[in-house]
């Protein structure tokens, strides 16, 4: 039987590639791929560690003559995202991954291939075996689960790392280099609430048909959040009908914009042909705002049930005021990176409870004071209308630092290399780098890596191409860092 990796270059690379997709590697279940890094250490006669969480780092002594080089780190994540089609009968917790070859791209069978971060860890490892690599001395720094919430880079102690030159190899667009990152932070606001008894027409509302996204990658389209068109629409209603509110909910995950919301309804007699008149111009406004970005946008108002008692008027009002008042989207561009996403806000999610309603505001930037401040203007927000914020967590940015040295130098190499122009990027969404740069003071990083499309679906692939010139790359700089 052919192996989809037969005749691939480079062979060490690709050897080291083939090796992880046999070991079961999800986040939180990296322990076999732990074991097998500690042991090709010791097999290959390295020094390496692993801390409590799972990190390994392995170091990888200079070539000759360059022993005086300063320290420089290589970093991936060995965890890999799970996702499969639903028809496949793939464990991932035990099978190897199917891979497969389709023309100039190596992708699997109804699987995450586990190309991000697989290649870039490949990458680091092939060079123990290199004897062509020119550089200084080397920490190859592996981290667990970086896929569900970064928490391997968050338990990394400052004594685990001598390097202050990092190289990321978790990015996957070729030509790119990646140079900051969003930090993030989310609030949640409580908001107390009281009800009373009011009879009349029971009806739901429902909001759907939005195209949603990832909160920071999408967050520049502008599409609509679902929780924000059903705040509209109720403060239409509001205004013509005298509106008894019961319930809304909104939104599921913290890094998605929200795609479908629903508020059970009261209406007096007589208020359901003006809400409908309100329904039917409230659409035109709605194709107006959103007939680009969301052009299946459905708001319809059906029937209602259920018994629960209304909000009490003040309660009702404080609680739509704050949906309607509560930002979301994009609040800064960058002024270091043109085109970059630079701070952004989304309405994730909006429940209630018997008592109280709880919303969550996921907020992201490369710059920490300005994420700082939206926070604090959430929670500004909270007091006036009579709620308690609370910071649920976050994580730090990486904010651009168009002066670094490895920069500059692996924008030389890159043009001496491919006889191209980098393209210099940053990314609105959370990467290790910026854990890693808030611990180490002084850390000088950049990120690259191989073409890797649809990475966290079953559709993910890697260019066979972009690898060996990712890898030339990797080794061009190293020596230039070396020397
Ligand atoms: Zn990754």
Same mark, same amino acid.
Request: hydrophobic residues 40%.
């Given at each position: 039987?052919?192996?989809?990796? =037969?005749?691939?270059?480079?062979?060490?690379?690709?050897?080291?590639?083939?090796?992880?997709?046999?070991?079961?590697?999800?986040?939180?279940?990296?322990?076999?791929?732990?074991?097998?890094?500690?042991?090709?250490?010791?097999?290959?006669?390295?020094?390496?560690?692993? =801390?409590?969480?799972?990190?390994?780092?392995?170091?990888?002594?200079?070539?000759?003559?360059?022993?005086? $080089?300063?320290? #420089?780190?290589?970093?991936?994540?060995?965890?890999?995202?799970?996702?499969?089609? !639903?028809?496949?009968?793939?464990?991932?917790?035990?099978?190897?991954?199917?891979?497969?070859?389709?023309?100039?791209? %190596?992708?699997?069978?109804?699987?995450?291939?586990?190309?991000?971060?697989?290649?870039?860890?490949?990458?680091?490892?092939?060079?123990?075996?290199? !004897?062509?690599?020119?550089?200084?001395?080397?920490?190859?720094?592996?981290?667990?689960?970086?896929?569900?919430? @970064?928490?391997?880079?968050?338990?990394?102690?400052?004594?685990?790392?001598?390097?202050?030159?990092?190289?990321?190899?978790?990015?996957?667009?070729?030509?790119?280099?990646?140079?900051?990152?969003?930090?993030?932070?989310?609030?949640?606001?409580?908001?107390?609430?009281?009800?009373?008894?009011?009879?009349?027409?029971?009806?739901?509302?429902?909001?759907?048909?939005?195209?949603?996204?990832?909160?920071?990658?999408?967050?520049?389209?502008?599409?609509?959040?679902?929780?924000?068109?059903? &705040?509209?629409?109720?403060?239409?209603?509001?205004?013509?009908?005298?509106?008894?509110? +019961?319930?809304?909910?909104?939104?599921?995950?913290?890094? &998605?914009?929200?795609?479908?919301?629903?508020?059970?309804?009261? %209406?007096?007699?007589?208020?359901?042909?003006?809400?409908?008149?309100?329904?039917?111009?409230?659409?035109?406004?709605?194709?107006?705002?959103?007939?680009?970005?969301?052009?299946?946008?459905? +708001?319809?108002?059906?029937?209602?049930?259920?018994?629960?008692?209304?909000?009490?008027?003040?309660?009702?009002?404080?609680?739509?005021? %704050?949906?309607?008042?509560?930002?979301?989207? +994009?609040? $800064? *561009?960058?002024?270091?990176?043109?085109?970059?996403? /630079?701070? !952004?806000?989304?309405?994730?999610?909006?429940?209630? /409870?018997?008592?109280?309603?709880?919303?969550?505001?996921?907020?992201?930037?490369?710059?920490?004071?300005?994420?700082?401040?939206?926070?604090?203007? @959430?929670?500004?927000?909270?007091? %006036?209308?009579?709620?308690?914020?609370?910071?649920?967590?976050?994580?730090?940015?990486?904010?651009?630092?168009? =002066?670094?040295?490895?920069?500059?130098?692996?924008?030389? #190499?890159?043009?001496?290399?491919?006889?191209?122009?980098?393209?210099?990027?940053?990314?609105?969404?959370?990467?290790?780098?910026?854990?890693?740069?808030?611990?180490?003071?002084? *850390?000088?990083?950049?990120?690259?890596?191989?073409?890797?499309?649809?990475?966290?679906?079953?559709?993910?692939?890697?260019?066979?191409?972009?690898?060996?010139?990712?890898?030339?790359?990797?080794?061009?700089? @190293?020596?230039?860092?070396?020397?």
């Amino acid at each position: 039987m052919t192996s989809p990796f =037969d005749g691939l270059e480079p062979k060490l690379l690709f050897s080291y590639f083939e090796k992880l997709t046999q070991i079961p590697r999800c986040s939180k279940n990296e322990a076999g791929v732990i074991e097998y890094l500690l042991g090709l250490a010791k097999e290959k006669g390295l020094e390496a560690d692993r =801390d409590q969480a799972g990190n390994v780092v392995i170091r990888l002594p200079a070539s000759p003559g360059k022993e005086s $080089a300063p320290t #420089v780190i290589l970093q991936g994540h060995m965890d890999m995202v799970g996702e499969k089609d !639903s028809d496949s009968p793939h464990d991932f917790a035990k099978d190897p991954i199917p891979v497969k070859r389709e023309g100039e791209h %190596l992708t699997a069978e109804g699987t995450t291939l586990g190309a991000d971060n697989g290649v870039g860890l490949a990458a680091a490892l092939a060079l123990i075996d290199d !004897s062509d690599a020119v550089h200084g001395p080397l920490e190859l720094l592996f981290t667990v689960d970086e896929e569900t919430g @970064l928490t391997g880079a968050q338990a990394i102690s400052a004594d685990f790392l001598q390097g202050r030159t990092l190289l990321n190899l978790d990015s996957e667009e070729e030509g790119a280099i990646y140079v900051g990152c969003a930090g993030g932070a989310d609030t949640h606001i409580t908001l107390p609430l009281k009800r009373s008894g009011r009879d009349g027409e029971r009806l739901g509302v429902k909001v759907s048909g939005l195209k949603g996204g990832h909160s920071g990658l999408d967050i520049n389209t502008g599409r609509a959040n679902a929780v924000k068109v059903l &705040a509209l629409f109720l403060d239409r209603l509001r205004a013509r009908t005298g509106l008894g509110l +019961v319930n809304i909910a909104g939104g599921d995950k913290h890094n &998605a914009i929200p795609r479908e919301a629903t508020a059970e309804i009261v %209406l007096d007699s007589g208020g359901r042909a003006a809400a409908d008149e309100v329904l039917a111009r409230f659409r035109q406004d709605l194709q107006a705002c959103y007939g680009k970005s969301d052009p299946d946008i459905v +708001v319809e108002l059906g029937a209602g049930g259920g018994d629960t008692p209304v909000l009490d008027q003040p309660s009702r009002d404080r609680l739509l005021d %704050l949906l309607l008042a509560a930002p979301h989207g +994009v609040l $800064a *561009m960058s002024q270091q990176v043109a085109g970059l996403v /630079e701070t !952004s806000t989304n309405l994730a999610v909006v429940r209630t /409870e018997a008592d109280a309603a709880t919303i969550m505001e996921s907020s992201r930037s490369s710059v920490a004071p300005a994420l700082a401040e939206v926070q604090g203007g @959430l929670f500004a927000l909270a007091r %006036l209308a009579g709620g308690r914020p609370e910071d649920a967590g976050g994580y730090p940015g990486w904010q651009p630092n168009m =002066d670094s040295a490895v920069l500059a130098r692996a924008r030389e #190499v890159h043009r001496k290399v491919t006889g191209r122009e980098a393209e210099i990027k940053a990314i609105h969404a959370g990467l290790e780098c910026g854990i890693i740069g808030e611990k180490f003071g002084g *850390m000088d990083m950049i990120s690259f890596g191989p073409q890797i499309e649809w990475p966290h679906s079953p559709s993910e692939r890697v260019h066979i191409g972009s690898v060996g010139r990712f890898y030339e790359f990797l080794k061009a700089l @190293l020596a230039e860092l070396s020397g």
